[in-house]
């Protein structure tokens, strides 16, 4: 079962308006997508999942609550061309929810988990051609190095990397057991205490898989280019580089020109079109985090239009 993270401040953050229209960029199982329908009964929704699974389940659940919605199969990264194709150039609202749904995490046959053994995939996209077999069996030991410290801040990355072409020269590296078990054995004893030893490993094939952080940054332009005034971007994240890409993007847009910062009287046009409505994150609440153990790393940042 699906649990969306911080259902409730992210909903309360969209500020959504009866008759808006809204667009909830990781569909996923439509926690997010349900909540938004139920409040727009005038309105539109339009959802964005690349997953074949998490759009059939997600179609069913909506269509019992309204049929003012349309799912789309696509990557977030071509949502404003989704959107023109379909005559829509401005939204009231945007919801971005990076992390991986418990349902895909749970499904064994994914291969996102180092908890289950199944064949080495992590792709979101089912149609895609690349998947965490090809990353692990045919990048070079430079490359594979080098997206464990990007992807995973993995401090063990050269022993990592190192220990995984040394296997798959007797063999290839065909499951997620495998992999983590070569990961496990890369690790000193004394670090296996803090965190399971494949978590950032696992983290970083999987988002080189799916070009996760390659994307996020000019989706996120895309979308505060297409928001209406009044319109809010609702964004969750659950790891240090996503969060800081948003942070920095948010930064960008809400800034006062510098020219002018400091000046007694600013005109209008050097002032932002956006504003931050939380200064810090917006992370769960304890009650959360105790239904919810994959809550704890997720933050909310939101972001709205003023002119």
Known sequence: ?????????????????????????????AGHSSEILKRIKKGYLFAIDQDKDAIKAS??????????????????????????KRNVNFVDGILFDLGVSSVQLDETDR????????????????DAIVSAYDVVNNYEETKLKEILYKYGEEKYAPVIARNIVKYRQEK??????????????????????????ARKTFQAIRIEVNHELDILEDSLKDALSILNVGGRICVITFHSLEDRIVKNVFKEYTEIDPRVKGLPNIPDEYL????????????PKDEELNKNNRSRSAKLRIIERIK
């Open 272 to 283: 932002p079109d956006y504003r931050l409505i939380n200064k810090s994150v917006i992370i």
């Open 111 to 126: 291969g996102f988990s180092y908890h289950n053994d199944a064949k080495l995939d992590m792709r979101m996209d089912q």
């Open 172 to 197: 290839k590296i065909e499951t997620t057991l495998e992999l983590a078990d070569i990961i496990s054995k890369s690790y000193p004893m004394k670090a296996k205490k803090e965190h399971h030893p």
């Open 1 to 29: 079962m699906h649990i969306s993270v911080l259902l409730n401040e992210s909903i309360d953050g969209l500020n959504l308006k009866e008759d808006g229209i809204y667009l909830d960029c990781t569909l996923g199982y």
């Open 59 to 84: 179609e069913e659940k909506l269509k019992k609550i309204g049929n003012n919605f349309t799912i789309i199969k696509s990557n977030f990264r071509y949502l404003k061309d989704e959107l023109q």
